[in-house]
Each structure stands twice: as C-alpha cells, then as structure tokens.
C-alpha cells in the first residue's frame, strides 16, 4: 500500500489541527518507502497524542486535495480610559478578547476575568501597568496597558490684612497651600518660610510687595500681595472749659491736632485757625457748637465742642427796716429779685409781688416772717426777714444850762427818762444815775460831752448834752514833700496842730485824723490837693498842700523774629524789648503775660503765624507785631 493510497488523519470532536500527508508526498517526491512510513509514524503520533489528551478522534482518509489548519490564535484588546490620570483618581479598563476562552488578570490588577468587560481601578497614587492574559484553542495571548499617574500642581493662597495701612502701620500676611513641600518669600520679604503660616511686615512708610513661590512634586505655584502705605490721617481734638455757663458767661475753648497743615473754624465761630491754641467764646446767650476741621496729606479730621449756656438762678433780698420795732409800731419791707419773672409772698404778708418793691407791715403786736418766693428760667429761690417787735423803748431827755461858758466855769445838767429802770452816765461824767435828776458839771476848762444811757425792759436809749468851753483858737500846719512828683509816684503829707481836739481831712484826703501825724499819699496820676481842719475849743483851724504830678512818659515795645521766613516744620526766635512799661501780654500765635524783654522760641510752625506783644505803662500802651512764615 503506497503512502498516498493509505493516508488518513485525525479529526477530533474540534478540529485543532489538519495535516494534508499528500502534501508532504508531494514536497518530497523521491523519498520512498522510509518516507512513507515516517509520515504514517508521524500520524500515529499525533492520534496517540489527541487520545491521550482525552480527544475523540476519528480516522478519515486524507484528500489529496485539502489541506488541514491551525485553530485561530487569541487576539486580546486591552483599553484604559483615561490613560493619564490625577494623583487620587482611578481610570476605566475596558477589555476585548476573541478565540479565549479564559482571561487572567496581573500587574495593577489579578485574578480571573471574564473574556470582556469594563472595571475602574481603585484610586492610583503611581503609575500602574495592567495585564491580560486569554487563553483559546489556538494558544494564549496577552495585551498590557500602562496609566500614567501625575502628581497635583501646588496651589498658594497669600493675603495681607489689612491691605491698606496708615504711615507707620503694619499689616499681617497670612498664607497656606496645597501639594507643596517648600515655600521661598521674596520682594518686601525674604527668606525660606514654611507651607502655611502668618507674619507681621512691622512698621511701614511704603508701598510694599509680598512674594510666596511653593514647589512641590507636581510644580511650582506663586502667588504676590500689595499693602498699599498711605499718609497718616489728621486727627483733630477741642474741648471747651467750662462746658457749661450762665448766660452772659463765657468758655476758653482749646484745641490741638496731628498730621494736620491747617484748621478752619465753624459754626458758632470761624476762620482760619492754627493747628493747635486757645481762644474765649467771648459773652454766650445760648447754647452754642464750636465745630473744628483740620487738613493735612491724610485728608480731614472734625470735632466739636458744646458750650450749655443755663439760665441764671434767681436771686432775692428782702430786708425790714428797722428790723425791731416797739408793739404798735411798724417797719417798712424792701425787696428786690433778679432774673426772675413771678414773685409771691407768705407769711406775715401775701399774694403776687413786683420783682422790687417797699410796703409798710402796718402796726405789729407779735414777731413776725416774711417771706419773698420769686422764680424765672433758671430756677426759683427764697428768702426771709423777721421784725422783732419788743417792748417799749425807753426815752432820755439830757439838757445842760448854760450850754456854753468860759474856761473855769460850770453848768447844770438836767435829765429825765421814761419806760426806764436804770441809767448811765458817760463821757464827761459816769457812774449810775437815777432816771432823772440835775448835776453841776464842776470848773471846765475844755468843752465836754456828757452822755447819759437809760435802760428799761424794751431796750436802751441815750442822750448827750455838750458844754462848750471858749479855749484859743487852733493852729494847723500841713506840707507835702515832695511837692512835685512823675505819674505813678507818691509824696508824704506832715501835719501837726495847737489848740485842736479834732482834724478832718477833706480834698483828695478824708476822713478824721490825729492831731499831728504822716501819711504817704499814695500812687498820683494828677494834681491832688489835700486840705486839715482841725478843730478846738476855740474854733476851727484849715490849711491845704498841693502836690503837682507830672505825666508819665509813653511806653513803648519793639519785636523781631529771626528768622522771619522759616520752612515748614521749623521755628524762628521771637525778642522783644520794652521801655517805661510795667507788663506785657501776648496774643496771637502766642498768648500769656510776658517779662518787659526777653527772647522765646515759636516752636515749629507749619503755617503763617502773627506774634502781637502790647505793654502798658502808667503813661499809657504799646503794641507791635511780627509775622512768622513761608
């Protein structure tokens, strides 16, 4: 039997392979029998084999026509949607296998997968390779796919607090970031800094620029900040002292500020004003605002200061005269009452008053009050008076007879009293007395006064009778010196008398005075003439003195500043002197009393400013001026 005519080949329940031995036949056509044999051996081989394995074979002949195949090999398709993802997501595998009939998974995922499907990975922190492995009739294959993992880009966030600060204010920087391991601060900082944290930029006088740059795995990130530096506001203060005053009255008002160039006054005063000062209200009637604005590089500044001006309190006097009076007798009631608008009466009397006024009590038996109520805008106030109304007064009749003798010679005192229980001499004469009776007065060789005082259950009273004694008559001798004097000065007067008992100053002097004695006249402004009569026994004695004053010389005040022009901010010194001057007061940019010379500093000026010294002397005042300014 020849190899083509005995040719056979397996074919099992699914075909794996087909092998076509004509073929080889024909590939090797002088072989002959020991190449038919190896090619039948060959077959066996591979029939042994397949029943091995379990296979079904059956024998069928070889065509010399068909040709026996492979099974068709797997094809696997393996897809990551996305391929690139974020650190902390997943991605979607999606998976196609033909000819398998089993998948294996390995690499970023494991275990045994159906022959298609989809599953998302779990969150990827690093790149990651996923497998598949599908095995068929026609062998294995396998497909992998690499997803590729970035890290996050770093973020900063950077702020400034506040953003916009005041000369010399300070600002906070706080900041933070994300997927950073390093942070460098440049511009108004420098230096390494940590990934989050806040810091203090301390005093400032410029606009200033804050940089952070962050690094991290995925990149770098940066972020800047401004803190905006502007000029200090101006801050204005003004009080008013006392806040509170009468009508009429008046306040001081002070007033001073900061990062200022200039103040303006308003609404109850106004003007141009210094950056700081003082000034009076002058006389207030009503309530009043005395409002300040001032302006520098920071923009303005106001406050105001209130005065209350109250109503004054109403006043009242209410006297009786006499204030003690006999039983029957009467007294008569004065009042008056100012800022007061109603008055009433209680007490001994009654009804609605006049605010001033007299009236008659009428006849009174008992003690009695009255009583004056007034009120007006400011309040109400009282007051009281009583008339004591006693027993009756006693009464002293005194005569002496004759009532004028010569020296040496005497009279006769006669006297008598009523509503009296005892009486008292006194003067020329003493000791008790009856309450009535006559007394020679004895030799006199002077004029004498004889007094007598009776007393009884309503009072005292007194009489006096004088005997006048014919004596020489007086001398008075009266000199000023010096005679003549400048305004201001002063001279003494000497005086002395004969014969006097009594002197009495008249002209630019009063009063009474000894009998001989000094006395400076004082501080003259003009002429004065002081005149002593002194009188005795015998008469009256006058003589006068003239001192002549002559006019003070005029005061005078000269004032310099140096420099006169100065730059803002900068001072000048103001000197000054003075001549026939006893003080000197400053007003203007300055205020106060000053010394009659003297020098002082104006401090730093940051705008025009007027110095104004005036000083007076007995001979009348003087007043100059200077300007400080740009």
């Not at 020098?599 to 005042?621: D, E, F, I, K």
Request: charge should be positive.
């Amino acid at each position: 039997m020849s190899s083509r005519s005995r040719g056979h080949h397996l074919a099992p329940t699914s075909t794996l392979v087909r092998t076509d031995v004509g073929d080889l036949d024909r590939a090797r056509p002088n072989r002959g029998i020991l190449s038919g044999i190896s090619r039948w051996s060959t077959v066996c081989v591979v029939f042994a084999t397949l029943v091995a394995c379990g296979q079904q074979a059956s024998l069928t002949p070889l065509s010399n026509t068909t040709a026996t195949t492979e099974a068709a090999k797997p094809v696997v398709n393996l897809q990551l949607t996305p391929a690139t993802v974020a650190m902390g997501h997943s991605t979607t595998l999606k998976w196609n296998a033909t000819n398998a009939q089993s998948c294996t998974a390995s690499g970023g995922w494991s275990g045994t997968q159906p022959t298609s499907g989809t599953k998302s990975t779990d969150p990827l922190t690093s790149n990651t390779a996923y497998t598949l492995t599908c095995t068929g009739a026609g062998g294995s294959a396998a497909q992998s796919a690499e997803v590729t993992v970035t890290q996050p880009v770093p973020t900063v966030t950077l702020t400034a607090s506040p953003t916009t600060v005041a000369t010399q204010g300070a600002s906070t920087l706080t900041w933070s970031t994300s997927n950073a391991t390093s942070c460098t601060a440049s511009g108004g900082w420098q230096a390494p800094v940590a990934t989050s944290g806040s810091w203090s930029t301390g005093s400032l006088t410029n606009t200033t620029e804050y940089g952070l740059s962050c690094t991290g795995p995925g990149g770098s990130a940066s972020q800047s900040v401004t803190v905006t530096v502007t000029a200090a506001p101006p801050i204005a203060a003004i009080q008013a002292s006392p806040s509170t005053v009468t009508s009429g009255g008046s306040s001081t008002l002070t007033w001073s500020s900061q990062n200022a160039t200039s103040c303006s006054a308003s609404g109850a005063w106004s003007g141009s004003k210094g950056v700081s000062g003082s000034q009076s209200t002058g006389p207030l009637t009503a309530n009043s605002t005395f409002t300040l604005t001032c302006a520098g590089l920071g923009g303005t500044a106001a406050q105001s200061a209130t005065v209350t001006v109250t109503s004054p309190a109403p006043t009242v006097n209410i006297s009786a005269s006499p204030s003690s009076i006999a039983s029957g007798g009467s007294s008569a009631l004065t009042w008056s009452a100012a800022n007061a608008t109603a008055c009433t009466a209680s007490g001994g009397w009654s009804g609605s008053k006049s605010a001033s006024g007299t009236q008659s009590t009428g006849a009174l038996t008992t003690n009695t009050t009255y009583t004056l109520s007034c009120s007006g805008a400011g309040g109400s106030a009282s007051q009281s008076t009583t008339v004591t109304v006693k027993a009756p007064l006693p009464t002293v009749s005194l005569s002496v007879g004759p009532s004028a003798i010569t020296s040496g010679r005497s009279a006769t005192l006669t006297w008598s009293s009523t509503n009296a229980t005892s009486c008292t001499a006194s003067g020329a004469w003493s000791g008790s007395k009856a309450v009535s009776g006559t007394q020679s007065t004895g030799a006199l060789t002077a004029n004498s006064t004889y007094t007598l005082t009776c007393t009884g259950t309503g009072g005292s009273a007194a009489q006096s009778a004088t005997v006048s004694v014919t004596p020489a008559a007086p001398t008075v001798s009266l000199s000023v010196n010096p005679s003549s004097i400048t305004n201001g000065s002063s001279s003494t007067i000497t005086w002395s008398s004969t014969n006097a008992t009594t002197c009495t100053a008249s002209g630019a002097w009063s009063g009474a005075k000894a009998l001989t004695g000094s006395q400076s006249t004082g501080a003259l402004a003009a002429n004065a003439t002081y005149t002593l009569t002194c009188t005795g026994g015998g008469g009256s004695a006058v003589q006068s003195a003239t001192v002549t004053v002559s006019p003070s010389p005029a005061a005078t005040v000269t004032i310099s500043a140096s420099p006169s022009t100065v730059a803002s901010g900068t001072g000048s010194t103001l000197a000054w002197s003075s001549t026939n001057a006893t003080s000197c007061t400053a007003s203007g940019a300055w205020s106060g009393s000053k010394a009659l010379s003297g020098s002082q500093s104006t401090g730093a000026l940051t705008a025009n400013a007027t110095y104004t010294l005036t000083c007076t002397g007995t001979g009348g005042s003087a007043t100059d001026e200077r300007r400080v300014g740009e």
